[in-house]
């Protein structure tokens, strides 16, 4: 993934729905196949990261990041 802007890749942990981890497992191995020993080639933890990225960037996470109003209080 690759875009014209500066970025950072950062290690974190996602909260998300169980339904969604599920459709993100299924999807993956349906699109990258199994191969000639019938086994799935693909990294779905490395999907996650790639599409919670996606997520931020198309969303515009800058904007949601620069509003303290939607900081969890700390203390």
């Keep these: 993934m690759s875009y014209n802007i500066d970025t950072i890749e950062v290690h974190t942990n996602v909260i998300m729905t169980t339904e969604s981890l599920k459709a993100v497992v299924e999807?993956?191995?349906?699109?990258?196949?199994?191969?000639?020993?019938?086994?799935?080639?693909?990294?779905t933890a490395d999907a996650v990261g790639q599409m919670v990225s996606c997520f931020l960037l198309e969303n515009d996470f800058e904007a949601f990041a620069k509003d303290e109003s939607n900081y969890p209080p700390f203390g």
């Design 27 to 43: 999807n993956t191995k349906k699109i990258a196949g199994k191969n000639e020993k019938g086994h799935y080639k693909v990294d």
